[in-house]
T-cell receptor, first 115, second 113 residues
Framework: KAGVTQTPRYLIKTRGQQVTLSCSPI?????VSWYQQTPGQGLQFLFE???????NKGNFPGRFSGRQFSNSRSEMNVSTLELGDSALYLC??????????????FGPGTRLTVT | ELKVEQNPLFLSMQEGKNYTIYCNYS?????LYWYRQDPGKSLESLFV?????AVKQEGRLMASLDTKARLSTLHITAAVHDLSATYFC?????????????FGKGTKLTVNP
């Protein structure tokens, strides 16, 4: 079974630009969660999508948004990039049901650098 | 507020020694996951603890869960250099459709020869 894939793996952007990251979950998984990892703040939950609906949301500004497609692939978008958005962005897929979250499997991550 | 605290955050130990990493969380949870992360890499699942009293072992690592005490431990036996990594605990917090993993800050383990 193929694992979670994320594209691109590395990205360099300038302040004020926007960026879109993509995540393809494990086949059959309908839940995709996004996390931001920085040395200072650690692993922080951004949001989760399940069956094309945002299920949970972390404490991030509205510049961070996401969506999920009917094939469960998910994208997250960050608009008006700031230097502090430089981070490793991880997505995780889960065989979640509507009432229970199961084990999350993480992708390799996208390393975003904002200059 | 949901809080997950890991102790210690940094651990330097010699090969062959034993040590325990602690994970405390602030609200009720009946499931907890441990992950490992190597530098520059993603997270790899180590243990899934699904009930009170659960104990799982893999090689030199053993994890346990006490849901009443809101505590999980990751015990390292006779450490070897290959165990050097950052270890995260993540209880499942919330209920039903609002369940999510909440990660601790991680314990960076360095095993010295």
């Amino acid at each position: 079974k193929a694992g979670v894939t994320q594209t691109p793996r590395y990205l360099i952007k300038t302040r004020g630009q926007q960026v879109t990251l993509s995540c393809s979950p494990i086949s059959g998984h309908r839940s995709v969660s996004w996390y931001q990892q920085t040395p200072g703040q650690g692993l922080q939950f951004l949001f989760e999508y399940f069956s094309e609906t945002q299920r949970n949301k972390g404490n991030f500004p509205g510049r961070f948004s996401g969506r999920q497609f009917s094939n469960s692939r998910s994208e997250m978008n960050v608009s008006t990039l700031e230097l502090g958005d430089s981070a490793l962005y991880l997505c995780a897929s889960s065989a979640r049901t509507s009432g229970r979250l199961y084990e999350q499997y993480f992708g390799p991550g996208t390393r975003l650098t904002v200059t | 507020e949901l809080k997950v605290e890991q102790n210690p955050l940094f651990l330097s130990m010699q090969e062959g020694k034993n040590y325990t990493i602690y994970c405390n969380y602030s609200t009720t949870s009946d499931r907890l996951y441990w992950y490992r992360q190597d530098p520059g890499k993603s997270l790899e699942s180590l243990f899934v603890l699904l009930s009170n009293g659960a104990v799982k072992q893999e090689g030199r690592l053993m994890a346990s869960l006490d849901t009443k005490a809101r505590l999980s431990t990751l015990h390292i036996t006779a450490a070897v250099h290959d165990l050097s990594a950052t270890y995260f605990c993540a209880p499942v917090l919330g209920q039903g459709g609002s369940e999510k993993l909440v990660f601790g800050k991680g314990t960076k383990l360095t095993v010295n020869p």
